[in-house]
């Protein structure tokens, strides 16, 4: 026993010796970038749409509903396309679990990789492998480090968000009147980023008569979203239309309106998924909503895949490909292609879906 | 040990033999009906995410062999991750962070071994107990964020290969400790009171073995591999994060037993844990490049752990009754 702790010692001694001398810190701006290999090849928008592509899509987990429908909308592209559609991906959504997933597509010779990154920095150095041997990679929905793929799928942009949640808003409280927002957490990134947006747009002129009189914050939380609503409707009686940008908020105000005298009243809409607002679509409670729909993240991603194996793009600003039904997108700064404004779901659609 | 063989090698049950010979069969027959199974670049990827498991699993070895579990490695892991990330944010320099995380494993470690062995506690209990307070902490340390920007001369060794050859250079380190551990194991007085303590307690302490103290240095050491693999794993994937290593105790304690070592504690080999080790890795990297689904892996995992607990017993059994039959 004494003879491990001297080694003990010794080895303690000698780190602490390497440790003395010379030293790598953040600020030394030697940072870990991913060293992306930057395509040179020229894009030809002209070029043929290649068949037979293969495409992977390894989204964040396996088994998710939400991600099922995101690559099952990648399916139907690949379908249209005549490529050749592959789903894998980890059962659980941790930083470096999709790495291996990535190995494996590589030594599969995949021509794309469609993924929604858990981690946009553990994924990079295989993503970087994977494009120096020649596999295009098409990040959608969750971003990874910009210099380790092709392009990005961008469900939404914050403006596009604020502006549909302002032109919904102002529609449904007939142009004038007393307007809440109930929001999700104080500190939510992306909620406080749309309300930001959606308190520009109500400084327009076509917008003047609407007045923001409180933000409310349920925290995401059922049960205190519902008390939330009752409290905005008690401090406000003229209230017009209380405005969810979260889906847990949305249908916790639907359920208080519907049960409620404001029924038909007080206009309730936001941001929700077509499954939990069905009803209310139903009942008369919800007019109209707004959400981007998955199916077409994975849509989009599969034909910017096929047309970057096809090389009628390579992920620089201002190129153009097609995406079937959704029509024409233009590349965007830093190989950004955003989606579209969000779906608006009322009652003559929310049957087509199912999410 | 008046054996006529050396200690090593009669120890070297029949289980382990076997898992050491399946795994070589298995590894040929997965790299001629595999695939692009057998490239370079494909032994690269299999030896690095083995890596962690493996280091995990040398000392690992050795608890298990004394009669206790550590199911606290990969919170270790990870509360190491997330510290080296939070010290890197403060602007510390790595060379500092990397022996503070050392340290910081071996005392976790030490807590475990304090439960115990001074408090006398279930090692199960305690462990479990452990794996959700460091994970715990992992999380309050660095939230649900990630810290990336470790200096490239680091990140690029740690995934990088020997000359640019097929072989890790991490490899080195693990090399290294599996032939110091295997040697401790195998061949000195420590070895055989780590197989002493496991076979019967009561009767190790009868010959003079310190039990308690021995098994408190094995927690010591357990949490500082787990610490080292914590920073290798970091600036492996370039990102320190609270969940990174989730679950990997259940892939060690797998690889482990599948390696021939006794749950029960007092019997098993290194080369088994190894074989182990690069088997499950293996079946999973070969399965994966046909497509097998995730779910059919788990199942083929289960099958084999089991397997490897049963057939010893069904032949120690087999022996018994043809031993029976020959005395009647």
């Given amino acids: 026993m ?52 293969k495409m992977a899509f390894l989204p964040k987990q396996l088994n998710n509903p939400y991600s099922d429908i995101e690559v099952g909308g990648g399916k139907t592209a690949l379908d249209e396309l005549k490529g050749d559609y592959k789903l894998v991906g980890p059962n659980d959504a941790s930083a470096s679990s999709q790495v291996s ?94 309300i930001e947006v959606f308190k520009q747009q109500l400084t327009k002129p076509e917008y003047a008569n609407l007045k923001l009189v409180k933000v409310a914050y349920g925290n995401d939380d059922d049960q205190k979203s519902f008390q939330e609503a009752q409290g905005l ?37 936001g941001l929700g998924t077509p499954n939990q607002m069905r009803e209310y679509i139903k009942d008369g409670t919800v007019t109209k909503f707004a959400l981007w729909n998955p199916a077409d993240i994975g849509y989009l991603a599969a034909y910017a895949g096929v047309a970057l194996a096809s090389g009628q793009i390579t992920g620089v600003e201002g190129q153009k490909f097609k995406a079937g039904k959704l029509g024409e997108y233009t590349i965007g700064k830093d190989g950004e292609i955003v989606l579209g404004p969000p779906t608006v779901f009322d009652a003559s659609n929310i049957d087509q879906y199912n999410f | 040990m008046s054996d006529k063989r050396p200690a090593w090698l009669s120890r070297l049950a029949s289980w382990d033999a076997a898992v050491i010979v399946i795994t070589v069969l298995v590894l040929l027959i997965a790299s001629g009906v595999v695939e692009n199974f057998g490239s370079s670049r494909n032994f690269t990827f299999l030896l690095l995410d083995l890596l962690p498991i493996a280091l995990i699993a040398l000392p690992m070895t050795f608890v298990i062999v004394t009669g206790e579990i550590d199911l606290s490695v990969a919170s270790t892991l990870g509360l190491t991750s997330a510290v080296m990330g939070d010290l890197w944010n403060r602007g510390l320099p790595i060379e500092t962070i990397i022996p503070l995380c050392l340290v910081l494993g071996a005392v976790l470690g030490a807590l475990n071994g304090f439960f115990v062995t001074v408090l006398k506690l279930p090692s199960l209990a305690v462990t479990i107990g452990t794996l959700a307070l460091y994970r715990g902490l992992a999380f309050v340390v660095l939230g649900d964020g990630a810290v990336a920007d470790f200096p490239r001369a680091y990140t690029s060794w740690v995934t990088g290969t020997i000359g640019d050859g097929p072989i890790p250079n991490m490899l080195i380190p693990l090399v ?148 029976r039959r020959a005395t009647t």
């Avoid at chain 2, 989730?246 to 190894?274: C, N, Q």
Wanted: glycine share 10%; charged share 15%; net charge positive.
């Fill in chain 1, 101 to 194: 997933y990535i190995n494996t597509l590589i030594q599969q010779q995949q021509d794309v990789i469609g993924i929604a990154a858990n981690d946009p920095n553990a994924v990079c150095p295989s993503l970087n492998q994977a494009r120096s041997s020649g596999i295009k990679v098409v990040a959608f929905d969750s971003d990874a480090a910009k210099d380790c793929r092709d392009v990005f799928i961008n469900q939404a942009t914050t403006e596009g968000i604020g502006e549909q949640l302002a032109k919904m808003a102002s529609e449904l409280a007939g142009g004038s009147g007393e307007i809440a927002i109930l929001s999700a957490t104080p500190n939510a990134t992306n909620q406080n980023a749309w």
């Fill in chain 2, 176 to 323: 290294v400790l599996a032939v110091v551990f295997g040697l401790v194991l195998h061949a000195t007085p420590i070895g055989r009171s780590v197989f002493a303590a496991g076979a019967s307690e009561q009767a190790a302490r009868f010959a003079g073995i310190r039990v308690a103290r021995l098994k408190f240095w094995l927690y010591v050491v357990s949490g500082l591999v787990a610490g080292l693999a914590g920073v290798l794993w970091t600036l492996r994937y370039s990102s320190a994060r609270a969940d990174n290593g989730l679950g990997m105790e259940l892939a060690v304690v797998a690889a482990v037993l599948l390696g021939g070592v006794s749950i029960f504690g007092g019997k098993g080999t290194l080369p088994g844990v190894l074989a182990g080790v690069v088997l499950l890795a293996t079946l999973q990297n070969a399965l994966r490049l046909q497509d097998v689904s995730n779910e059919a892996l788990n199942i083929v995992t289960g099958v084999l752990l089991i397997i490897s607990v049963l057939l010893p017993n069904v032949v120690i059994r087999f022996r018994a009754a043809l031993r």
């Fill in chain 1, 2 to 53: 004494k003879r491990r702790l001297l080694a003990g010692a010794v080895s303690a001694a000698l780190v602490l010796t390497v440790s003395a001398c010379g030293g790598t810190t953040k600020n030394d701006s030697s940072s870990s970038g991913g060293g992306g290999a930057q395509s040179t090849a020229q894009a030809d928008a002209n070029a043929a749409t290649k068949e037979g592509v």
């Fill in chain 1, 233 to 269: 409707l008690q401090s406000y009686p003229n209230l017009k239309a209380i405005v969810a940008p979260t889906t847990v908020g949305i249908a916790a105000a639907a359920r208080y309106i519907s049960s409620s005298s404001y029924k038909g009243k007080v206009a309730v809409t």
